[in-house]
C-alpha cells in the first residue's frame, strides 16, 4: 500500500471535529485519527509484548501528533522503555526513557536511525507515576514534550517508512526494562491540528538540526548581518550556553555542538562530522574545547604526542570545515573535591593534575598553530566555592562569568 493509500485511510479517520479538548496535556480540539479508547483502552506492555497501531495512523510523516499516556511500576536503576517505535533502520522515528544513576535520566527521540537526548526529566519519575510524552512533526520541526512540557525542538524531518508505530518495542539496547508498564491512553493527529505547549512561541528562535553522530541548536532565522559563533565542547559547554545567549542577544548567531572526542589520537577525530557542521553556516568564530571527557588520558594511558596530535587535527578539521573563521581554543575547568559534610569543596580533585597536563599540552599546539586561547582554568580555579560539588560542574554565577568571558575575547 502506498503512502497516498494511507492518507486516504487518514483523512476517512479524521472526520468529525469536536469542540472539547481531546487530550489531557495537548489540548487539542480536532478528533483524533485513532484513540487507544477505542480500540481496547489501557492494557500492560512491555518489550514481550508491545501494543502496535497501524502505520495509518500517521498518513504524513512530515505532520503529525503521537501522544501516549503511562503508569510507571517500580522504578530500577540502569532500566529503559520505548515509549515509541516506528523505525526500521535509517527511517522512521522513536521515543525512549532511560533511569540509569550518573547518567541524567534522559528522554531520547530516535529520528533515521539517530538518537538525540531532549532531556533528563526522567530523574522526576517515581514508581508508580503517571506522565504524558507528546511528540509532534510540523513541517520539517520534530518537538518532544513531557507531560506538557516542551523538552527540545529539533529542525528534522523524517523518513516515512510502513511500519506500525510500538509502544514497548523492541527493546531498548544495552538497558534492561523498565517492568509494569500500563499504556492508559494512546492518541494520534493528522496534520488537520498543530500541537502547542500552553506558551510555547509558534516560531521558537533556535532548534537543533542533527546529521550522522551529531547535533547542533541553532537559530531559525539567523540575524542578518551579525556575526556566526559556533562553540563546540561538553557539559561545560551547556552550563554557560543560557548567559551565552544572553550576553550576546542581537549581537550574534550562536551554533552550539556538545560533543567530546574520547579516542586519542588523529583517529579519534571524526573529520566527516566536522565537515558536516562546518555546512550549517559561515561562522566567524569557532570556540572549542575537549577536556573533562579525556581525562582518561593519563601519562600512563595516552603518550603527549597522542595527546597533541589529537588537539592538531582538531584545529585541522575546523580549519578545514571554516577557513574563513578566527579559532579560540577553550582551556579545561579545574576538577575539584565533592562537597563535605559541611557542603564545602575545600580543594582540587585527584583528576586536576590531568587537566593540567592536557592544558600544558593543548597551549603548546595552540601556540605552535597561533589558535588564540581562553583560559577557562584560570578563571575558575580560585573560586571552588563556585563549584557545583559534583567535581566537575559549576554554579550559575561562575558560567555567567565564563560566557561573558568568552564574549568580550569575541568581541561581542
Request: charged share 20%; proline share 5%; net charge neutral.
Amino acid at each position: 500500500m502506498d503512502r497516498n493509500a494511507f492518507r486516504v485511510v487518514g483523512v476517512a479517520l479524521c472526520a468529525g471535529v469536536m469542540a472539547s479538548a481531546w487530550a489531557g496535556v495537548g489540548k487539542m480540539t480536532t478528533k483524533p485519527l485513532w484513540d487507544l479508547a477505542d480500540h481496547g483502552g489501557a492494557r500492560k506492555v512491555s518489550s514481550a509484548a508491545p501494543f502496535e497501531a497501524p502505520n495509518a495512523v500517521i498518513p504524513n510523516s512530515r505532520a503529525f501528533t503521537a501522544e501516549a499516556k503511562i503508569t510507571f511500576g517500580e522504578i530500577v536503576d540502569a532500566q529503559a522503555f520505548t515509549v515509541f517505535d516506528q523505525t526500521v533502520s535509517e527511517t522512521g522515528w522513536g521515543l525512549t526513557v532511560l533511569r540509569k544513576e550518573g547518567w541524567g535520566n534522559p528522554v531520547s527521540l530516535v529520528c533515521n536511525g539517530e538518537t538525540y537526548c531532549c532531556s533528563y526529566a526522567m530523574g522526576r519519575v517515581a514508581s508508580g507515576s503517571t506522565h504524558t510524552f507528546t511528540v509532534t512533526a510540523r513541517k520539517g520541526w520534530m518537538v518532544v514534550y513531557m507531560d506538557g512540557k516542551l523538552q527540545k525542538s529539533f529542525l528534522l524531518s523524517v523518513t516515512p517508512n510502513l511500519d506500525p508505530v510500538r509502544v514497548g518495542a523492541p527493546a531498548v539496547k544495552r538497558w534492561g526494562e523498565l517492568k509494569g508498564i500500563t499504556l492508559e491512553e494512546l492518541r494520534f493527529w493528522g496534520e488537520e491540528e498543530e500541537y502547542y505547549a500552553p506558551g510555547e512561541p509558534r516560531e521558537p528562535a533556535a532548534g537543533f538540526k542533527g546529521g550522522k553522530g551529531w547535533l547542533v541548536e541553532m537559530p531559525v532565522k539567523p540575524l542578518a548581518g551579525k556575526p556566526n559563533v559556533f562553540y563546540q565542547g561538553d557539559s561545560i559547554s551547556d552550563g554557560y550556553t543560557p548567559p551565552f545567549k544572553r550576553v550576546t542577544k542581537d549581537r550574534a548567531n550562536l551554533y552550539h555542538w556538545n560533543a567530546s572526542f574520547n579516542r586519542p589520537g588523529a583517529e579519534g577525530i571524526p573529520t566527516n562530522k566536522f565537515v558536516e557542521v562546518g555546512q550549517l553556516a559561515k561562522y566567524d568564530h569557532v570556540v572549542f574545547n575537549n577536556g573533562l571527557h579525556s581525562l582518561h588520558w593519563t601519562e600512563k594511558a595516552v603518550s603527549d604526542d597522542q595527546v597533541k596530535a589529537s588537539y592538531r587535527t582538531l584545529v585541522a578539521v575546523y580549519r578545514l570545515a571554516a577557513p574563513q573563521a578566527q579559532l579560540h581554543y577553550l582551556m579545561t575547568t579545574p576538577h575539584t573535591l565533592k562537597k563535605n559534610a559541611e557542603g564545602k569543596i575545600t580543594g582540587l580533585g585527584e583528576k586536576n593534575e590531568t587537566v593540567l597536563r592536557l592544558n600544558r599540552l593543548a597551549a603548546e599546539v595552540m601556540a605552535e598553530e597561533k589558535v588564540d586561547v581562553i583560559d577557562a582554568y584560570s578563571l575558575f580555579v580560585d573560586k571552588l566555592d563556585q563549584a557545583r560539588g559534583d567535581q566537575y560542574h559549576w554554579n550559575p554565577s561562575a558560567y555567567d562569568l565564563l560566557a561573558r568571558t568568552i564574549a568580550e575575547r569575541l568581541g561581542l
